[in-house]
């Protein structure tokens, strides 16, 4: 009978072991199911950021749209004699400004290119640089705009244009924003023009320069030893698009002609300055010195600096 009674035990404790491999092989395939989950979180993540930079890139280049467009149209519709043409660029008249950026008056036709407008157009005077004709074309020296351009592909771009006086410089600042599926990119520049007039030291005449060309600021003449004069200047190009080339020093006095026909050829340090020393000065002999700068697309400037005499 006890043999009966073990052997009836060992088929129990066996029948009870039958639904461990179950219960072991619903924990493996939660853990494979989590581990799945997680790759699948991960590589969403990583195929969003993927579309995000794609979109960004996009609303970068619909930025860059934005600040070529205001750059254009500063250049196409500048009125004569005018300094800007920003505040030209909403005023349309068939005759006297045929050129200038209309509103979308059709933005759901397909057969028409809708880059070429500007939006939702305003225009707000700023400062109190001349509270009156701050966006007057002929004067346009403290004024913003604004507008809003859509693509057809859904890339639109937003931007905002300001010139404004400081002390010193003349700003123009453009900021431009581009979206492109919900991914945003924006850009700003901002262009400082040296306000015409001499300098406060009184070291050297007006520069005799036309419109767009390079302004030379704070030209000087200092020296540094006996035998050695460092000239320097700050120098901006108004002219858009182009840029300072060359920064030369050439004796006044064509008879000395202390550096040859080919000037002593300033060298950049930064921040729109130009700088270099001359070795070959004679101590208590009076120099005049002349400082002309050029740009990439011809444009020139020159200055006379006063009379120096190193002891």
Same mark, same amino acid.
């Given at each position: 009978?006890?043999?009966?009674?073990i052997?009836n035990?060992?088929?129990k404790?066996?029948?009870?072991?039958?639904? #461990?491999?179950?219960?072991?092989?619903?924990?493996?395939?939660?853990?494979?199911?989590?581990?799945?989950l997680?790759?699948?979180?991960?590589?969403?993540?990583?195929?969003?950021v993927?579309?995000?930079?794609?979109?960004?890139?996009?609303?970068?280049? +619909?930025?860059?749209?934005?600040?070529?467009?205001?750059?254009?149209?500063?250049?196409? #519709?500048? !009125?004569?004699? +005018?300094?800007?043409?920003l505040?030209s660029?909403?005023?349309?008249?068939?005759?006297?400004?045929?050129?200038?950026?209309?509103?979308?008056?059709? !933005? $759901? %036709? *397909?057969?028409?290119?809708?880059?070429?407008?500007? %939006?939702?157009? /305003?225009?707000?005077?700023?400062?109190? /640089?001349?509270?009156t004709?701050g966006?007057?074309p002929?004067?346009?020296? =403290?004024?913003? &705009?604004?507008?809003d351009?859509v693509?057809?592909?859904?890339?639109?771009?937003?931007t905002? /244009?300001?010139?404004?006086?400081?002390?010193?410089f003349?700003?123009f600042? &453009?900021?431009?924003?581009?979206?492109?599926g919900?991914?945003?990119?924006?850009?700003q &520049?901002?262009?400082?023009?040296?306000?015409?007039? !001499?300098?406060?030291?009184?070291?050297? %005449?007006?520069?005799?320069?036309?419109?767009g060309?390079? &302004?030379?600021d704070?030209?000087?003449?200092?020296?540094?030893?006996?035998?050695?004069?460092?000239?320097?200047?700050?120098?901006?190009?108004? /002219?858009?698009?182009a840029?300072i080339?060359s920064?030369?020093?050439? =004796? =006044?006095?064509?008879?000395?002609?202390?550096?040859?026909?080919?000037?002593?050829?300033?060298?950049?340090?930064? $921040?729109?300055?130009?700088?270099? *020393?001359?070795?070959g000065?004679?101590?208590?002999?009076?120099?005049t010195?002349k400082?002309r +700068?050029? =740009?990439?697309?011809g444009?020139?400037a020159?200055?006379?600096?006063? !009379?120096?005499?190193?002891?």
């Amino acid at each position: 009978m006890n043999f009966f009674l073990i052997k009836n035990l060992k088929l129990k404790i066996r029948n009870s072991e039958k639904g #461990v491999s179950l219960i072991i092989t619903v924990f493996i395939m939660i853990i494979i199911l989590a581990v799945v989950l997680s790759i699948s979180t991960i590589l969403y993540s990583e195929i969003k950021v993927l579309r995000n930079i794609g979109n960004s890139v996009v609303g970068l280049y +619909a930025a860059d749209s934005g600040i070529e467009k205001v750059l254009f149209f500063d250049r196409q #519709v500048r !009125p004569a004699n +005018a300094v800007r043409g920003l505040c030209s660029m909403y005023k349309f008249d068939v005759v006297n400004n045929p050129n200038a950026c209309t509103e979308d008056s059709t !933005p $759901d %036709n *397909p057969t028409v290119e809708h880059s070429i407008y500007c %939006n939702n157009q /305003a225009t707000l005077k700023v400062g109190t /640089a001349d509270a009156t004709n701050g966006c007057d074309p002929a004067v346009c020296d =403290d004024c913003t &705009i604004s507008f809003d351009t859509v693509l057809d592909t859904g890339i639109t771009y937003s931007t905002t /244009a300001v010139v404004a006086d400081n002390k010193n410089f003349k700003n123009f600042e &453009i900021d431009s924003k581009g979206v492109f599926g919900g991914a945003g990119r924006q850009i700003q &520049i901002v262009i400082k023009t040296s306000v015409t007039g !001499p300098d406060s030291r009184n070291l050297y %005449n007006l520069p005799s320069t036309s419109l767009g060309g390079p &302004i030379i600021d704070n030209g000087l003449a200092v020296c540094t030893d006996n035998n050695k004069i460092t000239f320097s200047a700050d120098v901006i190009t108004t /002219a858009l698009g182009a840029s300072i080339s060359s920064v030369m020093v050439f =004796d =006044d006095n064509a008879a000395d002609d202390n550096f040859s026909q080919a000037g002593l050829q300033l060298q950049y340090q930064g $921040d729109q300055n130009y700088s270099k *020393p001359w070795n070959g000065a004679v101590s208590g002999v009076a120099y005049t010195f002349k400082i002309r +700068a050029f =740009d990439d697309l011809g444009n020139s400037a020159e200055v006379s600096l006063v !009379p120096i005499t190193c002891q």
